[in-house]
T-cell receptor, first 117, second 113 residues
């Protein structure tokens, strides 16, 4: 496989369930990101990982727990979610670059459509 | 922090019409990118711009890196129904180590056949 793969594509879960979203990239990138996108709204950055280390957490509630076991895999563990957490969750990857260099952009996965009931 | 203002937020046009959208930044960027997101999918990169004044085309799409390095424009000529989607601009500053992009709010395009 190539690119960024997200599974599952669709997920319906109850507010008391625990589930995990998976993201895998086959591009040799070393930076990975989780974004949340509510209906027809802007992309909201949730977490940033560089070389497996979390470098940014944009005040995300603790019911979202990311995990990055290696540079190719990223997980988002979900527990006791609320209906307002229903959204499209997008994973992206890119090449970490040093200051002073241009970058080629992110590659996004197709997303997981999450519905919390 | 850095912010991008993208406009318009939405557009409803007739098939065959040309489309223009733009992004402005509060600070200088060294890279401007334009993405398209089809309904239910992730954004896909359309065009990347790396130099002030650069004009780059991808089929019916043309994007420009503004001279001030604080803005960028995307034009779509002779729109067709498959152009429907959300278009995002994104900028990167070389002073931000790591390659983090700043995204605009998106322009939702609807094309009436």
């Amino acid at each position: 496989e190539t690119g960024v793969t997200q599974t599952p594509r669709h997920l319906v879960m109850g507010m008391t369930n625990k589930k995990s979203l998976k993201c895998e990239q086959h591009l040799g990138h070393n930076a990975m990101y989780w974004y949340k996108q509510s209906a027809k709204k802007p992309l909201e950055l949730m977490f940033v990982y560089n070389f497996k280390e979390q470098t940014e957490n944009n005040s995300v509630p603790s019911r979202f727990s990311p995990e990055c076991p290696n540079s190719s895999h990223l997980f988002l563990h979900l527990h006791t979610l609320q209906p307002e957490d229903s959204a499209l969750y997008l994973c992206a990857s890119s090449q970490f670059i040093g200051a002073g260099r241009s970058m080629d952009g992110y590659t996004f996965g197709s997303g997981t459509r999450l519905t919390v009931v | 922090g850095q912010q991008l203002n993208q406009s318009p937020q939405s557009m409803f046009i007739q098939e065959g019409e040309d489309v223009s959208m733009n992004c402005t930044s509060s600070s200088i960027f060294n890279t401007w990118l334009w993405y398209k997101q089809d309904p239910g999918e992730g954004p896909v990169l359309l065009i990347a711009l790396y130099k002030a004044g650069e004009l780059t085309s991808n089929g019916r799409l043309t994007a420009q890196f503004g001279i001030t390095r604080k803005d960028s424009f995307l034009n779509i000529s002779a729109s067709i129904p498959s152009d429907v989607g959300i278009y995002f601009c994104a900028g990167h500053s070389i002073y931000n180590q790591g390659g983090k992009l700043i995204f605009g709010q998106g322009t939702e395009l609807s094309v009436k056949p």
